[in-house]
């Protein structure tokens, strides 16, 4: 969902260059759902409001929008909002992406949390972010046919940079054999973990809890603990938590969910040497709107697995553990 202000559409359709307005809805007529920071009897008064609207209308939408009905629902983000009222509004919806006219807003949001956002003049900024994950979506595409090790040497040149707070991770094979796992040295979690500096990030493992799936040296407890250590040391970032999720749910496909996108691979997470020529790995950026349907129905369906056993601090903004 993108939350956004009347004074960035005018920003946008004002902007410089390239029919920025018309690239811009077009990505959202792709499937950002809209959230519109004021009434509709403000948009039926305002020219730039109307211009916007009808390019926004026609054939291949795929989005959907609202406006904002009364005075308390105008705004999920508030100048000088307490971190309470920050973590409340973002629990509506962590995979929101906004743009707010104010500056203090967006200040006061980015003290607390590592998410997409931008305020009077940043709304290019926000848009070459997802393009550019975009681009990144067709090189995965591009890895089915093709070596993928031509075109990614490291996690680092593999994984998004786009903000993040919360990383889902699902391998039913990643704890099956030691030596394997040892060796890829949970790099792609110490990548994907680097990225928020020092924000607060959640990271939770599920796995299968049947002991073909787990080797009998790998004590989870332990390795739970000893992981996490390993992570606040790669990404000097002490705000991490933790979790791993022992589940009998059945599950087939490798998944990583995050706030605006997922990975998927149907087969491991492996470290860049060991993949295989036919190694298929696929980025699904959440602006489109299938994707993001299905990143909630894998986790509405992850989240019935919780009730196994479950180790380390019990913390994420995409899965509860109540």
């Known amino acids: 969902m993108l939350y956004i202000d009347k004074e960035n559409i005018r920003s946008i359709l004002r902007s410089k260059g390239e029919k920025f307005g018309e690239k811009f809805i077009d990505m959202i007529k792709n499937g950002i759902d809209v959230h519109y920071n004021f009434s509709e009897e403000e948009f039926k008064k ?3 409001l109307k211009v916007w609207f009808g390019k926004a209308k026609g054939q291949g939408v795929k989005n959907n929008s609202k406006f904002s009905k009364t005075e308390q629902e105008r705004r999920p983000i508030l100048p000088f909002a307490t971190k ?6 973002l629990q509506e919806d962590w995979f929101g992406i906004y743009l707010l006219s104010d500056k203090e807003s967006c200040e006061n949001a980015s003290k607390y949390s590592c998410i997409l956002i931008g305020t009077l003049g940043e709304e290019k900024k926000i848009f070459e972010q997802l393009k550019a994950l975009e681009k990144q979506e067709e090189g995965a595409k591009f890895a089915k046919d093709f070596n993928m090790k031509d075109l990614y ?13 919360d990383i889902v991770m699902v391998d039913p094979y990643y704890f099956s054999k030691k030596y394997i796992y040892e060796r890829n040295g949970n790099m792609l979690l110490k990548v994907l973990s680097s990225i928020p500096k020092d924000y607060p990030i959640n990271v939770v493992i599920i796995t299968d809890r049947r002991e073909r799936h787990i080797d009998s ?3 989870i407890k332990d390795e739970c603990e000893k992981m996490k250590q390993e992570l606040i040391e790669h990404s000097k970032n002490k705000y991490i938590h933790l979790t791993i999720v022992l589940t009998e749910n059945l599950m087939h496909d490798r998944w990583i969910i995050t706030n605006y996108y997922s990975i998927r691979t149907g087969t491991a997470f492996c470290i860049p040497q060991d993949i295989k020529f036919d190694h298929i790995f696929e980025i699904k950026l959440h602006t489109h709107k299938g994707a993001l349907d299905l990143s909630k129905c894998l986790l509405e369906g992850y989240e019935k697995g919780v009730m196994g056993k479950v180790y380390g601090d019990k913390k994420s903004n995409l899965i509860c553990f109540s």
């Not at 309470?84 to 509004?89: F, N, V, Y």
């Open 46 to 48: 305002d020219t730039f």
């Open 84 to 89: 309470e009222d920050i973590s409340k509004a």
């Open 153 to 165: 040497k490291s996690w680092e040149e593999f994984c998004p940079t786009l903000p993040i707070s």
């Open 217 to 219: 040296c790998i004590q």
